[in-house]
């Protein structure tokens, strides 16, 4: 019997890890020339209705460009990441109801880091800070309700 409760948990929690991030369907919504995926659309259902849930666009050499996650309104909705051609992160930013709401952050190809950021409803709020291609800060800045601080 505890064997048969045990497997139906296991069962239960994957199943609910499965559903989480389980699209309706996929849909390549452009290609370049040479039928390399240009876009990649990932639908979810809201109700009844069906909705793009998730974009990755792509560079012609096959790596992930753009991907992120929009809501039900089509708004961008969760983490957004932008990508050198080389796969390395360009940039990554937070996004609730399609206005930035969290942390920025950019990095200069080398992987060094190039600014950090925070938003709260499309302003920057808290300290701005950049730095040099070599990992040295250059400045940085306090911003409230995206206005600076002094």
């Given at each position: 019997?505890?064997?048969?409760?045990?497997?139906?948990?296991?069962?239960?929690?994957?199943?609910?890890?499965?559903?989480?991030?389980?699209?309706?369907?996929?849909?390549?919504?452009?290609?370049?020339?040479?039928?390399?995926?240009?876009?990649?659309?990932?639908?979810?259902?809201?109700?009844?209705?069906?909705?793009?849930?998730?974009?990755?666009?792509?560079?012609?050499?096959?790596?992930?460009?753009?991907?992120?996650y929009f809501n039900e309104k089509g708004e961008k909705h969760g983490k957004w990441t932008r990508y050198y051609e080389?796969?390395k992160k360009n940039s990554e930013e937070e996004y609730v109801n399609g206005l930035k709401?969290?942390?920025?952050?950019?990095?200069?190809?080398?992987?060094?880091?190039?600014?950090?950021?925070?938003?709260?409803?499309?302003?920057?709020?808290?300290?701005?800070?950049?730095?040099?291609?070599?990992?040295?800060?250059?400045?940085?800045?306090?911003?409230?309700?995206?206005?600076?601080?002094?």
């Amino acid at each position: 019997m505890k064997i048969f409760k045990f497997l139906s948990i296991i069962f239960i929690v994957s199943a609910v890890l499965v559903s989480c991030d389980h699209y309706s369907k996929k849909e390549i919504a452009m290609y370049y020339s040479d039928s390399i995926p240009k876009i990649e659309y990932f639908y979810k259902f809201y109700g009844n209705k069906e909705y793009i849930a998730k974009e990755v666009r792509y560079f012609p050499n096959k790596t992930v460009m753009i991907e992120g996650y929009f809501n039900e309104k089509g708004e961008k909705h969760g983490k957004w990441t932008r990508y050198y051609e080389n796969g390395k992160k360009n940039s990554e930013e937070e996004y609730v109801n399609g206005l930035k709401n969290g942390k920025s952050v950019e990095w200069y190809m080398s992987g060094e880091k190039t600014f950090e950021v925070n938003y709260v409803n499309d302003m920057p709020d808290g300290k701005w800070i950049i730095w040099d291609e070599t990992g040295k800060k250059i400045s940085s800045e306090e911003y409230k309700n995206g206005q600076i601080v002094r």
